[in-house]
């Protein structure tokens, strides 16, 4: 992380922590990184507790400055190296949104057991066959967003949890704009354990459900 920040000492860019309320030490963290590379560069926006990713999003946006916005997992589940790759498919394109996808050639995911691996795939195949949506991954959250699209799409959603990442893309897709995709490698939290139960599975159908019926 600190060699690619010397790398890039002339890009412009902020990044914007969202934190919770964890008790992991993030906030600790974050601001011995502000110690570094400065609270211009490193800006840490804390909610007193866990209000939902949706609303996440929402508190970040209005800290954003920029005209893009790159979401990505703070515990390096999604690795910074591939966000050349992501800004360098925007530029070739224009694309509104560039997200990143498991489930093409080049991408995978390191980490997860093979029961973990099927409900993902298979929530992916169920909202392919039904919503269309254009892309091959709709459950994953590394994406880069215009944010005249994102602050668009996010006002639009309703959808909370592990839906919502969903709702975003098909949003975004029925309301025309032009996603792109890159290949990535997901790789699962080495500490902690990512959640991932009955109620998840149930919420998804529920979304499901609710987004063939409104897009």
Not at 22 to 33: A, F, H, M, N, Y
Not at 39 to 53: A, H, M, S, V
Not at 141 to 150: A, D, G, P
Request: net charge positive.
């Amino acid at each position: 992380m600190e060699a690619e920040g010397e790398k890039n000492k002339n890009v412009n860019f902020e990044i914007i922590v969202v934190d919770d309320g964890s008790p992991d030490g993030t906030q600790e963290i974050v601001k011995q990184l502000q110690q570094v590379y400065g609270e211009d560069r490193i800006l840490l926006r804390p909610r007193p507790k866990k209000l939902g990713l949706g609303t996440a999003y929402i508190h970040g946006l209005k800290y954003a400055t920029g005209n893009f916005v790159v979401i990505m997992d703070a515990d390096l589940s999604h690795h910074p190296k591939y966000l050349p790759s992501f800004i360098k498919k925007q530029m070739e394109t224009g694309a509104s949104i560039v997200t990143g996808t498991r489930y093409v050639k080049g991408g995978g995911v390191h980490g997860w057991n093979l029961m973990r691996k099927l409900t993902s795939r298979g929530a992916n195949v169920l909202a392919q066959t039904f919503l269309w949506p254009g892309v091959s991954d709709l459950t994953g959250s590394f994406r880069l967003y215009k944010k005249s699209v994102l602050e668009d799409v996010i006002s639009s959603c309703v959808s909370k949890g592990y839906v919502f990442q969903m709702e975003m893309i098909v949003r975004a897709s029925r309301k025309g704009y032009q996603i792109e995709e890159v290949p990535i490698t997901f790789v699962d939290r080495v500490y902690g354990s990512s959640k991932l139960g009955g109620s998840e599975i149930v919420e998804y159908l529920k979304g499901l459900l609710y987004l063939l019926v409104t897009t």
